[in-house]
């Protein structure tokens, strides 16, 4: 088993980019020796194989190890879910090399010649890929591929891309506020941490606009269209605010909560898990407080709030890559797949658009849903171009 001294030098070379495969080896074979087993080792079990560790907040140390140990499992050909269980993943070198990289974090030095922070107008352009802009018109194309820092207007890191993750630096509090906009496509998710350790999931076809660094007075604002869940960082004299579609906030202390605000939807809908949110319009003093396991819903048409008890687990499971349905028309069903897997649905039945669907997608291909369809509604499906279309099926 390599000594100290060795993996402290692969440490400080992975850190600084120039680690190679079999150094890489080496250090993923150490962590997993040390302790005869093969789990992801814990936040301290990594910061005491380093002489000076990070100086991180613990707290936030401990979220980003959770987000990615966390990760959903995928399920197998048949659709048929995996046992969930805390899973042996070191022996992947590229999540353990992620791993290390995240809790590793505040080594990373500035290197901005090193890294193309912008990219080329024809990739921009680009619908099916995510973007952060961060300001002056400079976009950053997020390559679920790479693993690098993410520099600011100016050159500078400000946090660092983990695959389909974006964790912000923390420290110092700004009077000054920046702010940078995350915009994933339809068949896209993202995570997102954000200088106050609160994490954000985004789901498909979904833009959020929040600062940098949060003011150093105030509350810690963002503005979201689309739909996200949140684990908002507790902050009593800071509270936490959402803006989203139609002038509707949520504001909150800390707390879990999920938000769907489609611009092209005609409710906005807040689900709290836990903790105590308060759903706020913009133009009127109207104002609900929610309770956990109660869902808000907008009715734009209306101007009106109605509030119910939910099994939460139906609005937040799509983190997981899992969609479940309860008596909902088939139109909102369609909606979310499209968004989810980018693609287009033509119904050629208002009553086919009405039909009342339960059933739950467990991390599914189009074509297997496809097949549920048929199996378990009224429905027939057939290809055209590049649209499904659905129709009534003959009995």
């Not at 190679?20 to 005491?48: A, C, G, H, M």
Request: net charge neutral.
């Amino acid at each position: 088993m390599p000594k100290y001294p060795e993996i402290k030098k692969i440490l400080d070379k992975y850190v600084q980019d120039e680690c190679t495969p079999e150094e890489l080896d080496i250090l993923i074979n150490y962590f997993r020796e040390s302790k005869n087993t093969s789990e992801v080792p814990s936040v301290e079990e990594v910061n005491l194989v380093l002489k000076d560790p990070p100086k991180m907040e613990s707290n936030t140390a401990e979220k980003i190890y959770n987000l990615i140990i966390s990760s959903p499992i995928k399920s197998n050909a048949s659709g048929k879910k995996k046992k969930k269980r805390r899973r042996k993943i070191w022996q992947y070198s590229s999540i353990a090399a992620m791993i290390i990289g995240i809790i590793l974090g505040g080594y990373y030095t500035n290197k901005p010649d090193s890294y193309a922070p912008y990219s080329t107008p024809n990739l921009i352009n680009n619908n099916n890929v995510t973007t952060l802009e961060i300001g002056d018109n400079k976009v950053h194309i997020m390559d679920p591929s790479q693993d690098k820092p993410v520099l600011d207007a100016h050159g500078n890191i400000i946090g660092r891309q983990f695959k389909n993750s974006l964790v912000y630096d923390t420290g110092t509090e700004q009077n000054e506020v920046k702010y940078n906009t995350l915009k994933v496509p339809y068949g896209k998710k993202f995570n997102l941490i954000l200088s106050d350790g609160t994490i954000v999931y985004l789901n498909a076809g979904t833009s959020l606009k929040y600062p940098i660094k949060f003011p150093s007075n105030g509350s810690r604002q963002v503005i979201l269209s689309g739909e996200a869940f949140f684990e908002v960082t507790e902050n009593k004299e800071k509270p936490f605010i959402v803006t989203a579609d139609e002038g509707m906030k949520v504001k909150v202390l800390g707390t879990r909560f999920n938000i769907k605000s489609y611009p092209e939807d005609g409710n906005v809908e807040t689900t709290l898990i836990d903790g105590k949110v308060r759903i706020m319009e913009n133009n009127s003093s109207k104002e609900v407080d929610l309770k956990p396991s109660e869902k808000a819903i907008y009715h734009k048409n209306k101007d009106a709030v109605t509030v119910k008890g939910v099994d939460t687990s139906q609005f937040t499971s799509w983190k997981e890559g899992v969609l479940i349905y309860d008596e909902t028309p088939l139109y909102q069903v369609i909606k979310d797949l499209e968004r989810t897997y980018d693609i287009a649905f033509e119904v050629e039945s208002e009553t086919i658009r009405n039909y009342k669907f339960n059933g739950v997608f467990d991390n599914l291909t189009v074509d297997q849903i496809l097949e549920i369809f048929e199996l378990s509604s009224p429905i027939k499906y057939y290809k055209l171009n590049k649209k499904i279309i659905l129709k009534e099926a003959k009995s």
